[in-house]
Structure formats: C-alpha cells, structure tokens
Nanobody, 114 residues
C-alpha cells in the first residue's frame, strides 16, 4: 500500500524560511515524478512544484518561482520543499503527491504571520 507522510510545517514570520519533507513508502520512489500542492484556507488546492525522477528537472508555479526549491533524495524515499522569503499568502496546508496517482497524506500546515 502506498503511503505519503508530510512534515516540517510551522508558524513562521514573513521573510522566514521552512523546509518541508515528505516520506513515501509502498512503491519504487525513484521511478515516480513528484509534486507539492497546497490548499490555502477557504480556497481550492493548487499545484506548487514538480520534480522529475532524477531530480534534474523541476517546474514551479509563478507564485513561488525564485523562492521555493523542490528536491528529492531517492536513497531515502524523501521529497523536500525549501521555502524562502515566505509571505502571508503562502499560508496553507502543504501536500506531496505522486504524479498520476490520487493518493493524499494528511498534509503539513504552514502559517506565515507576524
């Protein structure tokens, strides 16, 4: 059974940084393109970033381009999201997702506020 578990969310001040992690089990992680999504309060879930299997190719939503970096450690079945220069509009529950599979974890909450 495939399982994803996000962690690393916290309350942070504007301009601060956080690093989110997502551990994936139940499949061959290195074969799977991965994504980060987020759901702001009262809004629809939105795509944030994507990374190919090797980690060499990435793509970002315009709203986070230049501030967020997606990466992965295939040896540890782990996906990361480094978030810098955080803004209040980044407040959301963050989820990792395997491309092509409708499998969602509990997410990890990020709150950006002074």
């Amino acid at each position: 059974q495939v399982h994803v578990a996000e962690s690393g969310g916290a309350l942070v001040q504007p301009g601060g940084s956080l690093r989110l992690s997502c551990v994936v089990s139940g499949l061959i992680f290195s074969w799977e393109p991965m994504n980060w999504y987020r759901q702001p309060p009262g809004m629809e879930r939105e795509w944030v970033a994507r990374i190919e299997t090797s980690g060499r190719s990435t793509d970002y939503a315009d709203s986070v381009l230049g501030r967020f970096t997606i990466s992965r450690d295939n040896a540890k079945n782990t996906l990361f999201l480094q978030m810098n220069n955080l803004k209040p509009e980044d407040t959301a529950i963050y989820y990792c997702k395997i491309s092509g599979r409708e499998i969602w974890g509990q997410g990890t909450p990020v709150t950006v506020s002074s």
